[in-house]
Structure formats: structure tokens, C-alpha cells
Antibody
Framework: EVQLVESGGGLAQPGGSLRLSCGGSGFTFRNYAMSWVRQAPGKGLEWVSVINTGGGGTNYADSVKGRFTISRDNSKNTLYLQMDSLRAEDTAVYYC?????????????WGQGTLVTVSP | QSVLTQPPSVSAAPGQKATISCSGSSSNVGNSYVSWYQQIPGTAPKLLIYENNKRPSGIPDRFSGSTSGTSATLGITGLQTGDEADYYCGAWDTSLSAYVFGTGTKVTVL
């Protein structure tokens, strides 16, 4: 069974930083692109970023470009999202998702999400 | 800001059919596979339809997808109370080099 478990969410100050992690199991993590998708309270889904299997290729939504960095450690089956210069509008539940069949593909398996709140 | 447009809400009686539209452009729906997701409040999204009209294992054939030009449609037949949820379309946008989601549609079973 595919499992994705996010962690690292919490309260951060505007201008501050947080690092999210997502552990994958039940599949060969290194063979899949991975992404982050967020959902602000009461709002719709917003794609944030994607990373290819090796970690050398990434894409970002314009809303986070230059502030967020996606990375992965295939030896640890873990995906990361480094979030810097946080803003109130970054407040959301952050989901990690497996992407198939390649980096420009669809999220197919999702974690349960971790809540990030940006507030003074 | 969502690039794909969906109606905010759709409702129908139990046993009836609900149809949800997803309007995009030539850089996304018109040029990439469309997926559909179901999200029950408080839970993570679940993939319902991929590559326009295919269903993952375990998804009943009451759910169907189709595309025409720059629009896509999700159909749900034999509506059940358990189908009450938010539904999102999604596709890769070749101009943005980003995955884009629809605005979301809340389905209510009357």
C-alpha cells in the first residue's frame, strides 16, 4: 500500500521559514516524480512545485518561485519543501503527492497533509 | 489563481446524474491529459479519472470522463449521498510549466 506522510507543519512568523518533509513507503520512491500541492482554508487546490526522479529538475508556481525550494533524498525516501520568506497567504494545508507517469504528469497518490499557519 | 474554470456547485437527486464541466485553454486541457479528483471535506484528494477517461482500480464505473477541445466533463451516474464532495479537474499547462487545477465544484445530493 502506498503511503505518504507529511510532517513539519506548524506556526511561523511572516518572513520566517519552515521545512516540510514527506516520507514515502509502499512504492519505489526513487522511480517517481513528486510534488507539493496546497489548499488554503476554505479554498481550492493550488499546485506548488514538482521535482523529477533524480532531483535535478524542478518547477514552481509563480506564487512561490524564489521563496520555496523542493528537494528529495532518495536514500531516505523523503521529499522536502523548504519555505522561506513566508507570507500570510502561504497559510494552507500542504499535501505531498506522487506524480505519474513523469514530471509533467498527474498527482495520483496523496498524503494526509500538514497545516502551515503564517501569523504574527 | 485557477486557470481551469468549473461551476461552483452542482446538485441532483439520489440516483440521478451529475455533470461537471472544466473549461481550459490550448495550453492545458487542449494539449494535455485531464484528471479529476474527489475531495471529501477534511480529507486528502483522491484520483477519480486520469488520461481524460480512465478510472484507477477501485473507482466505480458510475464515474466517467470525457474531453472535447479545451473542455472536459466529469459525469457521475446513480448519485449516492457518499458522492457529496468537492471535485477538481487538473492538467499540465505547457505554457506555465505547471500543473493547474480547476476552481472546484461542490456536488450536493438533494
Amino acid at each position: 500500500e502506498v503511503q505518504l506522510v507529511e510532517s513539519g507543519g506548524g506556526l511561523a512568523q511572516p518572513g520566517g521559514s519552515l521545512r516540510l518533509s514527506c516520507g514515502g513507503s509502499g512504492f519505489t520512491f526513487r522511480n517517481y516524480a513528486m510534488s507539493w500541492v496546497r489548499q488554503a482554508p476554505g479554498k481550492g487546490l493550488e499546485w506548488v512545485s514538482v521535482i523529477n526522479t533524480g532531483g535535478g529538475g524542478t518547477n514552481y508556481a509563480d506564487s512561490v518561485k524564489g521563496r520555496f525550494t523542493i528537494s528529495r533524498d532518495n536514500s531516505k525516501n523523503t521529499l522536502y519543501l523548504q519555505m522561506d520568506s513566508l507570507r500570510a497567504e502561504d497559510t494552507a494545508v500542504y499535501y505531498c503527492a506522487r506524480v505519474v507517469p513523469e514530471m509533467s504528469g498527474r498527482p495520483d497518490q496523496w498524503g494526509q497533509g500538514t497545516l502551515v499557519t503564517v501569523s504574527p | 489563481q485557477s486557470v481551469l474554470t468549473q461551476p461552483p456547485s452542482v446538485s441532483a437527486a439520489p440516483g440521478q446524474k451529475a455533470t461537471i464541466s472544466c473549461s481550459g485553454s490550448s495550453s492545458n486541457v487542449g494539449n494535455s491529459y485531464v484528471s479529476w479528483y474527489q475531495q471529501i471535506p477534511g480529507t486528502a484528494p483522491k484520483l477519480l479519472i486520469y488520461e481524460n477517461n480512465k478510472r484507477p482500480s477501485g473507482i466505480p464505473d458510475r464515474f466517467s470522463g470525457s474531453t472535447s477541445g479545451t473542455s472536459a466533463t466529469l459525469g457521475i451516474t446513480g448519485l449516492q449521498t457518499g458522492d457529496e464532495a468537492d471535485y477538481y479537474c487538473g492538467a499540465w499547462d505547457t505554457s506555465l510549466s505547471a500543473y493547474v487545477f480547476g476552481t472546484g465544484t461542490k456536488v450536493t445530493v438533494l
